[in-house]
């Protein structure tokens, strides 16, 4: 395991950042400083009221275990992380490999779990798989704590305090959300030896999204972006969608929503 301190940049600074760059992808652009809502209530459904309190990247395998084989002696558990991360009372929210060694499919993982000394105290990740019969993404709930190849996630007490609250509307060009996000966070700190690192919750009200759903383990090497795309399956689905996740300004290994965070563990 590796640790790494990250640059700790004011909550001003990082919302000029973010409002300065994403005027040139969406019409409608309101960064602010707010108190974090309860995102333990309605819509967001988290495991944890707030977003501060020991605020930690956690960034467990690699997508190299994924493609361009899976190596599927990549085994994790959640439990483990919150104790690598010091945290003993607290929640963590992001992203994973469902343990397919446990449920016999692939699976992509919406993490969302609190922990307390070392045991569940709320499971309400949710696993999304292919349903190769019927053409659609299933979605079933997580009994355990395992996970498989890769997670990257944000962890934290769970505590009430400031967030940055960030508003987009009206998109002006093409991409996605947290990829603007990073290159926002790239343009201002990509050129300092500590990283900058953002973690939290996205809501989208209105329109439509494309999201991919992992099938089952492909028999032959995915090594071509031609190969990617005939293998991954893409849905679209309708607002409301609640996304959990970080973005790193850049990779603190080589140089490299929204409460500001001290510190990244990599596995």
Not at 59 to 72: A, C, E, N, Q, R
Not at 222 to 236: G, Q, Y
Request: glycine share 8%; charged share 20%.
């Amino acid at each position: 395991m590796s640790e790494f301190v990250l640059h700790k940049p004011s909550y001003h600074e990082v919302s000029a950042a973010l409002e300065s760059h994403l005027k040139d992808c969406f019409e409608s652009v309101k960064c602010s400083i707010t108190d974090c809502p309860d995102l333990s209530d309605t819509p967001f459904c988290l495991t944890l009221k707030g977003l501060c309190g020991k605020g930690t990247i956690c960034d467990v395998g690699s997508f190299d275990y994924l493609l361009p084989v899976p190596k599927t002696d990549r085994h994790y558990d959640l439990l483990d992380v919150f104790k690598s991360a010091g945290i003993t009372v607290g929640a963590v929210i992001g992203a994973g490999a469902g343990p397919f060694f446990l449920t016999g499919s692939n699976s992509e993982m919406v993490i969302n779990i609190s922990s307390e000394n070392g045991k569940v105290s709320k499971n309400s990740s949710l696993l999304g798989s292919y349903d190769k019969e019927n053409n659609k993404p299933l979605i079933t709930k997580a009994d355990n704590t395992k996970f498989a190849l890769l997670g990257q996630m944000y962890m934290c007490e769970g505590k009430s305090g400031p967030v940055i609250e960030l508003c987009v509307s009206g998109r002006i060009r093409d991409g996605k959300l947290d990829a603007m996000i990073r290159e926002a966070l790239h343009k201002k700190y990509g050129h300092l030896s500590s990283s900058v690192g953002l973690g939290g919750v996205i809501i989208q009200e209105k329109g439509k999204s494309l999201y991919h759903v992992l099938p089952e383990f492909s028999q032959e090497p995915i090594d071509s972006n031609e190969k990617l795309r005939n293998w991954i399956k893409m849905f679209e689905m309708e607002s409301p969608v609640i996304s959990v996740g970080i973005v790193v300004s850049h990779d603190p290994v080589s140089c490299f929503y929204y409460s500001l965070l001290q510190v990244c563990l990599t596995y």
